[in-house]
């Protein structure tokens, strides 16, 4: 497992960890083993890495653009043939010039990169947040409550719109509602679950706490009057 931690300041690279050599560094260009880092002259982050296999080149490509628009892809002699990952990471309006990139690896294949928005490391923190997804929070949403010893689960949603149900089913001691959310700016979803894990061959909990919003939460007037913290 190789680990490396690059550190953005004012759109520029300001430092990197890593278990491999550095090649080369400066504050658009890093070279470490097979991956080469850049800022593009438009702001955007892209981080590659080439490899061969079967005679084919097969590069791994992560693309963060100045919007907040976040790629992962795989893919073979210059075509795209897997997207591991594509969703916002900053909210609307705001640009990329602070954060922080974790990169984990191991071989080829299994490799991810996580982005987090050093702006906000504090307040996730403080409200107990697990992630923060940049999307609409107007949609439909499952919550679920089951008191059962195996496959405990509890679904708690909070927001400043309007709930309606649309529909509600229950089953033994197991209920689940679909609701649906309108004239909210923000959603913040808690789920506590019990999962099977099959390679510690026994139940877990996981906990997750998200708050969805298209907005800086920070603007956000009801979590700065304390109402989460």
Not at 24 to 53: H, T
Not at 112 to 123: A, G, S, V
Request: with cysteine; glycine share 6%.
């Amino acid at each position: 497992m190789v680990l490396q931690k690059i550190v953005l300041k004012d759109g520029v690279f300001e430092s990197i960890d890593s278990e491999e050599k550095i090649t080369n560094f400066s504050n658009k260009r890093i070279n470490v083993g097979n991956w080469c880092f850049k800022v593009e002259d438009d702001g955007s982050v892209v981080f590659k890495k080439n490899y061969w296999s079967f005679f084919r080149l097969f590069s791994v490509v992560y693309s963060l653009d100045r919007n907040g628009l976040e790629k992962l892809v795989i893919k073979r002699n210059g075509e795209t043939i897997k997207t591991i990952k594509k969703r916002n990471v900053l909210p609307q309006g705001q640009k990329l010039e602070n954060g922080i990139f974790y990169i984990e690896t191991a071989g080829n294949y299994l490799i991810d990169i996580l982005f987090k928005n050093t702006h906000l490391i504090d307040f996730k923190r403080k409200n107990y947040l697990t992630e923060i997804v940049y999307k609409d929070p107007n949609s439909k949403y499952i919550i679920r409550t089951s008191r059962r010893r195996i496959g405990y689960c509890r679904t708690i949603l909070e927001t400043d719109g309007k709930k309606y149900i649309v529909r509600k089913s229950k089953k033994e001691d197991a209920v689940e509602e679909e609701v649906s959310i309108v004239n909210a700016t923000w959603v913040i979803l808690e789920i506590d679950r019990e999962e099977y894990d099959e390679n510690l061959g026994k139940q877990i909990s996981k906990h997750t706490r998200e708050l969805i919003t298209l907005k800086d939460p920070l603007s956000i007037k009801k979590f700065n009057d304390g109402q989460f913290n």
